[in-house]
């Protein structure tokens, strides 16, 4: 009897053993075919942010991506489904031979009128534009769909920087892209949505790291952390407020979005620095990042004048 036991225990072990080491095995050749790291040069430099000594010319229709870098829709052809997320993605290739990650859905509008406002301040972002429709070869015809460009030139680190600990922390960069991501209403400010470009510098010669938030599609509409935000609802953002006022020498701001103890901290200083960069845009760029997402023209000139009410709240302080 108790050898039968052991037999069977010494059987059980031996599965089990088994088991894990053909578990290891495959977890081995995952990483092995998974995709491969890119590690930075150690000589990188890491910036978050550039003086936009030409932001009261900056065309913030065409964005930072400009006329030359817009997307050839005479053919656009599916090549893999992307990474899933809230919205849509596909990765497709336009009749250029140029890539791009195309999002569809409540997104995309507002973060193609973001990532303006964002590069418009001196702040590294992704290269958008929309496309009020297109067809889309091997899935079908869309509307309202961004482009975001995929330049050979340009790598995308595996890194994800996380907002509390960086190379820019205490600095007034980081603190005035905070305050941004408050006067747009972006809910959704974590970790996972933030990238490193790793961009050679063709003045210098030299490799930089951009440090950029590449996700902005949860922006201009109603904040909250896990319940209550909204995707893309202008009506919601023009109704809802912004600074709350000044404790000390601290700014309160009304931001009901994730990660709210990221804007404890901000001085009535550091407020006031962006908003001085932001007074710097006419009304008619700001309408121009709204128009390059396709809102209507009533949405437009309702965005624009609250956008244009919170940069005067900034610079009021």
């Known amino acids: 009897m108790f050898v039968s036991m052991s037999l069977r225990l010494r059987t059980v072990l031996a599965v089990g053993l088994t088991i894990c080491l053909s578990g290891a095995v495959l977890v081995g050749q995952k990483q092995k075919n998974g995709k491969k790291s890119k590690p930075a040069p150690p000589d990188a430099k890491p ?3 550039q003086e936009p000594a030409d932001i009261a010319s900056r065309d913030l229709y065409l964005g930072p991506g400009g006329e030359s870098m817009k997307p050839d829709l005479s053919s656009v052809t599916f090549i893999r489904d992307e990474t899933k997320s809230y919205s849509t993605k596909y990765r497709v290739r336009d009749g250029s031979d140029n890539e791009w990650v195309v999002k569809i859905g409540k997104e995309a509008q507002p973060e193609t009128a973001a990532t303006r406002l964002v590069w418009a301040a001196g702040y590294f972002t992704d290269i958008t534009y929309l496309a009020p429709s297109v067809e889309i070869k091997g899935k079908g015809t869309f509307e309202n ?3 975001e460009a995929r330049p050979k ?3 995308r ?3 994800q920087w996380d907002w509390s600990k960086n190379p820019f922390v205490g600095t ?6 905070k305050v941004l991501m408050a006067l747009i209403n972006n809910w959704d400010i974590q970790n996972h949505n933030n990238n490193v470009l790793l961009v050679r510098n063709e003045s210098t010669g030299e490799s930089e790291l951009h440090y950029i938030d590449s996700d902005l599609g949860a922006s201009f509409a109603k904040e909250g952390r896990f ?3 909204t995707r893309n ?6 109704n809802s407020k912004f600074v709350t006022g000044v404790k000390g020498d601290t700014v309160r701001f009304d931001y009901k979005g994730k990660n709210q103890h990221l804007l404890d901290n901000i001085t009535v200083e550091q407020a006031k620095w962006i908003g001085n960069i932001l007074s710097q845009l006419s009304d008619q760029q700001i309408r121009d990042a709204f128009r390059a997402a396709n809102y209507s023209p009533e949405q437009i000139e309702e965005l624009t004048r609250v956008v244009k009410e919170r940069i005067n709240e900034l610079v009021s302080l």
């Open 47 to 49: 910036i978050l942010w």
């Open 145 to 147: 769909v961004r482009f």
């Open 153 to 155: 030139g340009v790598k």
């Open 157 to 159: 680190l595996d890194d």
């Open 172 to 177: 007034r960069q980081l603190q005035g892209l």
């Open 227 to 229: 319940l209550g935000h």
């Open 233 to 238: 609802q202008p009506e919601q953002f023009v």
